[in-house]
């Protein structure tokens, strides 16, 4: 039986998908840092800032991994018919889903950039205004090349060998 026909993923679903896992992870980080505040206080510990950023990095790679490494679909990506896949249709493993979600971290750092340098405490940084532009223009560069590219890729289907594609209605 061959696989059904699927065209690269529109940019609108892939926005969708991402703001209802941005949410799922939100939520799982807040989980993840009340167990982390509860045990040290139980246990007496100081607050180490390194591994705390390590640990929440982990809770991030844990939900994503695992979805993407187990049938290609997160929650929001089931809800927007999105599926992400190598080009041989197969699931991507553990170390590109790793390239890819740190790939993702740093595409919506640079998404996310300019508002944050608008908070008054980011606001005064003298290269606020250059960082703001740099990141505007990234991410204008990152659409163009998105809708020149055939399969609709972004920086982290490039890093991780994969694709993100629409399915079609069942």
């Known amino acids: 039986m061959s696989p059904l026909p699927v065209s690269p993923a529109p940019l609108g679903r892939r926005l969708a998908a991402a703001i209802y ?5 939100l939520a799982l980080w807040m989980v993840a840092l ?5 045990l040290r206080d139980l246990l007496g510990l100081s607050r180490e800032w390194h591994a705390l ?15 993407w490494t187990h049938g290609g679909q ?5 809800a927007w018919r999105l599926r992400l896949r190598t080009s041989t249709d197969r699931d ?3 170390l590109a889903a790793l390239g890819r979600y740190a790939a993702m971290i740093v595409c919506w750092g640079v998404v996310l950039a300019p508002a944050f340098l608008r908070l ?8 606020a205004p250059m960082v703001s532009v740099c990141a505007l223009a990234l991410v ?3 659409l163009l090349a998105w809708y020149l590219d055939g399969r609709r890729r972004m920086p982290q289907d490039w890093i991780s060998g994969s694709e ?3 399915l079609p209605k069942p």
């Open 21 to 25: 896992d941005g949410l799922l992870l």
């Open 34 to 38: 009340l167990v982390d505040v509860v």
């Open 53 to 67: 950023r390590a640990y929440v990095f982990l809770i991030g790679l844990v939900f994503f991994g695992w979805f």
């Open 74 to 78: 997160t929650l929001g990506m089931r």
């Open 92 to 94: 991507i493993g553990w």
């Open 120 to 127: 008054p405490r980011l606001a005064q940084w003298p290269s």
């Open 140 to 142: 204008a560069v990152t």
């Open 164 to 166: 993100m594609v629409l």
